[in-house]
Each structure stands twice: as structure tokens, then as C-alpha cells.
């Protein structure tokens, strides 16, 4: 398999930085809340990296340190932007179950699991591509009645044959595990002072929803919505 090349905006930008506003209370709006994106201007934003579209394809978000509070976030998240990735053509076949991390990490002893690379996974899930993001943090919390929900994911994409890391370009004299390109997804959600961990947790799932969304938009062009200030 011959990976594509990236496409990049500009050779300098590393981070896709995705602001929304959702989950808005007492609103006189109908519908979701308007969602605003900081972007560079464009009026349509390029894939960074074209996957191969007929490759089996794994997409495995992994909250290894336990970001999110719930515990099936990262499947979210990998769900999320695979349905994303085929609906705008990224890819031509259903990625594969992100459950079945789950199973063939369960062929292992937790020694022979930590010393396995992210190609050597892909290749046990029967994925010749891996879409590997990593949770680097998740922010919840409210300040003043107004929850800032926020998170972080290292994004690389991985040849399963080789285990070399497509993209990002690799940086050289970089060990290979911190080569990433970084996704922040932001959201602005009103809830009230105290709100309870229900609450709190409806917030989070939304951000894993949106976080599925952004992940996949690094592999498929995508145009900004209007945002309509008139409410």
C-alpha cells in the first residue's frame, strides 16, 4: 500500500483549534446553539492528510489516564468519526469496531500488551491503516455558572505493516511516541453553579460527540457553518 501524501494548510500548523457552543440554557433559540470556529480565514478547510479510502482502517482513541469519567468516551469518539469518514468519502468500507481493541488487547498479558508497537496492534485488529489518537487531557469544570468543557487529543496516523507514523510528518530526533498532530476541541455550555454529576456527564458526551466530529475533519475537506448571531 502506497500511504498519500499529506495536504496541509500551511507547513507550520500543527493544531486544529475547533471552538462550539452548545448545550446552551434558557435560550430563546430553536434548535442546537450556534456553533462558531476559529479558522484561518478559508472558505473551505482542506483534509490535512488523505487516508487510503479502500484500506481496512482502525480508529483507536485511547484515554489511557482516564480523562473522560466515562469510560466508553474514546469508543465514542472512534465511532463518531467513522461514521464521519464515510459519510464525506474518507473512506469507501465501515472502519473497524473500535471494540475490538478491547478484544485483542485481551490476548495479552499486560507485559506483552505494553511492549506491543501501534503497528503490530493494527495488524492483530486486521487493520492495514490505524487512526491512533490519544487523549491528552479533558477540562469539565465551571467558572461562574459557565461550564468550558475542553479536549485534547495527539492525533498519528500509523501503516500497519511498517508501524512508521504517515502522519504527522515525523519530526527528526523525536522518540516516535510523541509524534502527534494536536486536535482541541473547545465548547462553551451554560449549566447552573452546582449542577450535579448528571449534568456534568451529559456535558462530557456531548464533548466526545463533537471530539468525533473534529477528529475526523483532520481526514476529509470540510466547510465552516454560518453562524447566525441573530436570536
Not at 507485559?111 to 487523549?135: D, H, K, S, T
Request: overall charge negative.
Amino acid at each position: 500500500m502506497t500511504p498519500a501524501s499529506p495536504r496541509r494548510r500551511a507547513p507550520a500548523v500543527l493544531t486544529t483549534l475547533i471552538a462550539a457552543a452548545a448545550l446552551a440554557a434558557n435560550t430563546a433559540c430553536e434548535g442546537p446553539a450556534a456553533i462558531a470556529y476559529l479558522i484561518t480565514g478559508e472558505d473551505k478547510n482542506p483534509a490535512l492528510y488523505d487516508l487510503d479510502p479502500d484500506a481496512p482502517t482502525l480508529i483507536w482513541v485511547e484515554d489511557d489516564q482516564a480523562k473522560f469519567s466515562e469510560p466508553n468516551a474514546g469508543r465514542t469518539i472512534a465511532a463518531v468519526a467513522g461514521q464521519q469518514l464515510v459519510d464525506q468519502n474518507a473512506l469507501d468500507q465501515e472502519p473497524i469496531d473500535p471494540a475490538t481493541i478491547g478484544q485483542v488487547q485481551s490476548r495479552y498479558d499486560k507485559a506483552q500488551w505494553r511492549r506491543m508497537n501501534l503497528g503490530e496492534i493494527a495488524r492483530a485488529a486486521n487493520a492495514q491503516q490505524l487512526v491512533y489518537a490519544r487523549v491528552a487531557s479533558v477540562s469539565a469544570g465551571a467558572t461562574a455558572g459557565i461550564a468550558r468543557p475542553q479536549a485534547l487529543l495527539e492525533v498519528r496516523v500509523v501503516d500497519a505493516a511498517t508501524g512508521r507514523t504517515l502522519f504527522p510528518e515525523p519530526v527528526p530526533g523525536r522518540p516516535n511516541d510523541e509524534q502527534g498532530h494536536t486536535v482541541v476541541v473547545k465548547m462553551d455550555a451554560a449549566y447552573e453553579p452546582g449542577a450535579g454529576r448528571a449534568t456534568q456527564s451529559m456535558i462530557e458526551a456531548k464533548l466526545a460527540q463533537e471530539a468525533g466530529v473534529v477528529l475526523a475533519r483532520v481526514f476529509h475537506d470540510w466547510r465552516p457553518p454560518v453562524v447566525d448571531e441573530a436570536f
